[in-house]
């Protein structure tokens, strides 16, 4: 049997490990707890005795492909960019969720919408932590979720903290594996696609306490970043701003660099190659096509959020919040606007697609 030995092999030392931290929360689930992240969110054999050898990290792990049609079939997925029932072009109908968020606030309006109803306990999400670093989080009340909306830059802390080094990932799903503590038996999931297919993998087995997520918002990715002293330094001269200006960060078409002044500085991501995760790279999923509704700025106006629904699920649970925590941009303003979202969405897909396969053939022909 296959383990976590195994995954530093044949996953980890070629660069591979999208540090979705599937195996940890498995690991840590079962109460094996043989692993941990490092500070970089990199599992690694934390306490190797207590492994017994079970072999689930490495079928959970996306990179071994163990599990891809149980997944597939969970979900019902269908190529080329995985199941689509829906897209909307939309925002949250809350003022103060659009303040704070990084789009249209439809993850933060939907949560909120669930929240209320009594359909989830909390939803695991990301905070904000530092200057500009996020870590999980598991939200249990309204202030909790309502914190967790937007991408924001926060330069109170002060430019000492510019010698660490930031991650726009974080890895929530290792907080899957502390929910039986929590005591919650409904939760939402919001992550990048390679967060959602991990969840999806361990829903696949069957395994306490992933039958708790009960929903899972996937966000639309290009990929995640890490800053260094040096990047930080290059990034403002490509994009000709200082980070002491920054209020907040966006992807969508480009790198967007919002500024106090109310200017936008956009960098094309392909000029960011070099801050970029590694295992980013090799990454085929753009849209979350795990989800159960994806999200993303891109194809949208601003201040509006792509919304693609793919399973029934995520399809009710949209259109029960139409009108009330959600409104649709108004299709006499723009009729095709959703339909041009949604193809965009799958030309940005597709370029993630081939940039992954070309990507992981140079690298099998230079190793
Ligand atoms: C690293 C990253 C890259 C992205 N790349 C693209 C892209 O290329 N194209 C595109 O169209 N959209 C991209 N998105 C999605 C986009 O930025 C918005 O999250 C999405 O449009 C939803 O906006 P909203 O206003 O509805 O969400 P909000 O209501 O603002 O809620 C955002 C939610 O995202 C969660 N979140 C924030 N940061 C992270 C993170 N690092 N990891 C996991 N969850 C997080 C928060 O907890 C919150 O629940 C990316 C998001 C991230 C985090
Ligand atoms: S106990 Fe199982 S899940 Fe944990 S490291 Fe060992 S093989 Fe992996
Ligand atoms: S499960 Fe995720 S974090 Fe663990 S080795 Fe595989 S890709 Fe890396
Ligand atoms: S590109 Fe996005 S989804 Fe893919 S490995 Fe990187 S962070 Fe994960």
Request: glycine share 8%.
């Amino acid at each position: 049997m296959k383990n976590f030995s195994d995954l530093i092999e044949e996953v980890q030392n070629p660069g591979l490990c999208q540090r979705c931290g599937g195996c940890v929360a498995f690991c840590t689930a079962l109460n094996y707890g043989g692993l941990s992240l490092d500070e970089e969110g990199k599992p690694y054999f934390k306490y190797p005795e207590k492994c017994i050898e079970c072999g689930l990290c490495y079928s959970i792990c996306p990179e071994t492909h163990e599990l891809d049609d149980d997944v597939k079939k969970l979900v019902g997925w269908e190529p080329p960019m995985g199941r689509v029932l829906d897209t909307f072009v939309a925002r949250s109908t809350s003022p103060a969720i659009l303040q704070r968020a990084t789009d249209g606030g439809v993850v933060t309006a939907l949560l909120l919408h669930l929240f209320d109803k009594g359909h989830i306990d909390g939803a695991i999400v990301t905070k904000e932590s530092g200057l500009f670093q996020r870590k999980p989080w598991v939200a249990s009340s309204r202030e909790e979720i309502m914190a967790a909306a937007g991408f924001h830059f926060d330069s109170s802390h002060g430019l000492a903290l510019f010698s660490e080094l930031y991650s726009t990932y974080s890895p929530t799903v290792v907080k899957v594996g502390y929910m039986g503590a929590k005591r919650m038996d409904r939760v939402a999931f919001v992550g990048s696609p390679c967060q959602v297919s991990a969840i999806r993998r361990i829903q696949a087995l069957g395994m306490e306490p992933s039958n708790a997520i009960t929903f899972v918002f996937g966000l639309f990715c290009t990929g995640n970043f890490i800053f260094g002293d040096e990047e930080r330094r290059r990034l403002e001269k490509i994009g000709g701003f200082q980070w002491a200006d920054v209020v907040k960060i966006n992807v969508k078409e480009e790198f967007m660099v919002h500024l106090r002044t109310n200017e936008v500085r956009r960098i094309p991501t392909e000029q960011l190659a070099f801050m970029k995760r590694h295992a980013c790279h090799f990454c085929s999923d753009y849209s979350a096509e795990y989800a159960d509704f994806s999200f993303g700025g891109l194809g949208s106006p601003e201040g509006w959020t792509t919304v693609i629904t793919r399973t029934p699920l995520g399809r009710a649970v949209m259109t029960d919040a139409i009108g009330s925590a959600v409104e649709v941009y108004s299709h006499k303003l723009d009729p095709t606007l959703a339909t041009d979202a949604f193809a965009k969405t799958r030309e940005w897909s597709d370029r993630k697609k081939q940039a992954a396969e070309t990507n992981r053939l140079a690298r099998k022909t230079t190793a």
